[in-house]
Antibody, heavy 123, light 110 residues
Framework: QVQLHQSGPGLAKPSQTLSLTCVIS??????????WNWIRQSPRRGLEWLGR?????????GYAVNVKSRITITPDTTKNQFSLQLNSVTPDDTAVYYC?????????????WGQGTPVTVSS | QSMLTQPPSASGTPGQRVTISCSGS????????VNWYQQVPGTAPRLLIY???QRPSGVPDRVSGSKSGTSASLAISGLQAEDEADFYC???????????FGTGTKVTVL
């Protein structure tokens, strides 16, 4: 059974870096028929895609335009996981963060979600 | 980040049919397939419809999706109490080079 398990602190101070990790079981971060995404959800912003990493003969990343200057998503093949770093956080980054697998085939869709990590940005 | 437009709420009595619309543009719905996600409060979203009108295994056939031009729709017939949830459409946006979600619709079973 494929599962995603998230870990990381639920509290960050303004201007600091938010770091979360997603461990994959039952699949591989190098699966060339998947992408590995971070999505967040807040009452004000709704569901918001942040970015992804994926392997197609080499590693690729892609980020949402509104966080592109502050975000890094990194795969780790030795631990079969991928991580999110979001720099210079503000209270507006308060949200539930999800790691999500996207199945890539004739059509693409988010088919597997982590349990979610509530993150509060506050001093 | 741009979002797709959905009505904030929809409701029906048990057994009725509910339809949710999702409006976008030529760079997102007009160019790519649409997926729908169901979310019970306090849990992660789950895939309900993919590729405009395909149901994953485990989703009953009383749930259906369609797409026309720059809009998509989700229909739930034979409404049941267990259908109470929030529903979101989503698709890739070629202009933003990113994924966009709808604003979400809360379905209430009266």
């Amino acid at each position: 059974q494929v599962q995603l398990h998230q870990s990381g602190p639920g509290l960050a101070k303004p201007s600091q870096t938010l770091s979360l990790t997603c461990v994959i079981s039952g699949d591989s971060v190098s699966n060339n028929r998947a992408t590995w995404n971070w999505i967040r959800q807040s009452p004000r912003r709704g569901l918001e895609w942040l970015g992804r990493t994926y392997y197609r003969m080499r590693w690729f990343t892609g980020y949402a335009v509104n966080v592109k200057s502050r975000i890094t998503i990194t795969p780790d093949t030795t631990k079969n996981q991928f991580s999110l770093q979001l720099n210079s956080v503000t209270p507006d980054d308060t949200a539930v963060y999800y790691c999500v697998r996207e199945d890539v085939g004739p059509t693409t869709y988010f088919d597997l979600w982590g349990q979610g990590t509530p993150v509060t940005v506050s001093s | 980040q741009s979002m797709l437009t959905q009505p904030p709420s929809a409701s029906g009595t048990p057994g009725q049919r509910v339809t949710i619309s999702c409006s976008g543009s030529s760079s997102n719905i007009g160019s790519n397939t649409v997926n729908w996600y169901q979310q019970v409060p306090g849990t992660a979203p789950r895939l309900l419809i993919y590729g405009n009108d395909q149901r994953p295994s485990g989703v009953p056939d009383r749930v259906s999706g369609s797409k026309s031009g720059t809009s998509a729709s989700l229909a739930i017939s034979g409404l049941q109490a267990e259908d109470e949830a929030d529903f979101y459409c989503g698709t890739w946006d070629d202009s933003l080079n990113g994924y966009v979600f709808g604003t979400g619709t809360k379905v209430t079973v009266l």
